[in-house]
């Protein structure tokens, strides 16, 4: 190393040196490794030659102490660290063990969020106080889309802050699709100093990676065992936002005359094609990801153990892939489908455009549009619903007609706890008369008579009391 003057050798793989490329005078150590090939390199934050050997001999002792105690030995921020578990999961990806789309998601958040917050953070200081703080400071310093969560007043510096994001993110997703930007992409602060809270999912989510980091630090010796943070500060769950079933109807009316109300006939393509996927994803609980992965070679036809005709799908999503069985309704929405599509091979994606490549954001401007015509733009919450609502429709109308939870976890694809935590609202209307037995104006339900029986039953009694009244035959 050209820039280490004054190098002193105090034994074998320990010196001190001072170095010629900075104007201080401040002695260094750098040790090697026991058992590696690697090194260490200390300030010892003294110009003193006698005072730098025997810090030297002080930081050889503390990296032995280190080793023998399983002790981190290097430092390395949070950015750097997130930066290898990062490429970990891009590796899962392209082995297929995670969604393509995850190590996306990832990044972002890494690099955005996380990296704002503890970036330039020794990975070994990150301790409960860190942890704990994140949920404030991320409502502080981010706007959310939905003023569900509560709103806030910003202040000029923090509307420029947002501006600059949103720049930033914008002039990246130029570089992503090829194109060149020859001038800085500039984003004016909104006039509008109310911005809502981010919400609590999106801090769970983001939670959820800053602890994956912290383990894989774990993994890899960065820190103590006892720098793993599984668990999660109390955050509020939302309601997932559904359709009811009178809504259900009433978008299946308006959907029609949606369709007759179109002005060409490409346009009558897309909201046939909409209208269709619609009903499909409502019958079958489908989410997004999955409908943009069906192909017609997923769909077969089979009978149910009576004989009726049912439809078997089979479904890729987030990285699985399961079976899931539907009435045969949706097999004959699928074959409108396919009546106009122009692309019907077996390795041909159910969904695309109208020249028959795949569709990219399943129609969500025309769901939109259906949606507002309807009225049905925003949920009970206020919120502005998706297509992912048509997987929570079908959660709800199947756990409302008794269907068992641990089967519809199955068909959906995700765990009984998840059905259970966000569709626990369906089981209180659905045993109304039992959560309000007892209450004052609330009388039970009397049984239903059968007339016909009670009928017979009274016959049956009065043919035996006129026996009764009859005296015996003798012999």
Partial sequence: MAFVTEKEELKPGLIIFRRGDVEHRMWYCRMKMPKADRYKTVSLKTSDKEAARERAFDQDADIRFRIKHDVPVFNRPFREVGREYLLTQEARAQRG????????????????????????????????????????????????????????????????????????????????????????????????????????????????????????????????????????????????????????????????????EADKPSSVWYRTVTYNMILIACNTGMRPAEMKNLRWRDIMPAKDREGREIVVLFVQGKGKSRKLVAPKS??????????????????????????????????????????????????????????????????????????????????????????????????????????LQGMVGWEPPRPEVDVTRAKASKAAETHDKSKRGQPRRAG
């Avoid at 995670?98 to 990832?106: A, C, E, H, N, Y």
């Avoid at 009225?375 to 008794?402: D, I, K, W």
């Fill in 330 to 435: 949706v097999g004959d929405y699928l074959e409108r489908i396919r009546a106009i599509s122009k692309a019907t091979e077996p390795d041909n994606r159910v969904f695309t455009n109208i020249t028959g490549k795949p569709a990219k954001t399943l129609y969500s401007s025309l769901i939109t549009d259906l949606l507002n015509e309807a009225n049905l733009r925003e949920g009970t919450q206020g919120v502005p619903r998706s297509t992912y609502c048509f997987r929570h429709t079908y959660a709800t109308l199947r756990l409302q007609e008794g269907v068992d939870v641990y089967f519809l976890a199955e068909q959906m694809g995700t765990s009984v706890h998840m059905i259970e935590e966000h569709y626990g609202h369906v089981n209180t209307i659905k045993y109304a008369d039992r959560v």
């Fill in 97 to 260: 063990e995670i969604s393509k789309g995850r190590p996306k998601k990832i990044r972002a958040i890494i690099e955005g969020t996380l990296d704002r917050y503890v970036g330039s953070t020794q990975v070994h200081l990150i301790g409960n106080e860190l942890w704990g703080g994140y949920p404030a400071w991320r409502r502080m310093n981010g706007a959310g889309r939905n003023k569900r969560n509560g709103v806030r007043e910003v202040s000029d510096e923090m509307a420029q802050a947002f501006a600059d994001s949103e720049a930033e993110r914008r002039t990246k997703v130029q570089h992503t699709l090829g194109i060149r930007v020859l001038k800085p992409i500039q984003v004016k602060p909104s006039d509008e100093r109310v911005v809502p809270f981010i919400s609590d999912s999106t801090i769970r989510f983001e939670m959820s990676i800053f602890g994956a980091v912290m383990n894989y630090a774990i993994k890899k010796r960065y820190v103590p065992a006892n720098q793993r943070f599984d668990e999660r500060p109390k955050l509020k769950t939302m309601r997932r936002d559904e359709f009811t079933l009178e809504e259900y109807r009433k978008l299946h009316t308006v959907g029609r005359k949606w369709i007759g």
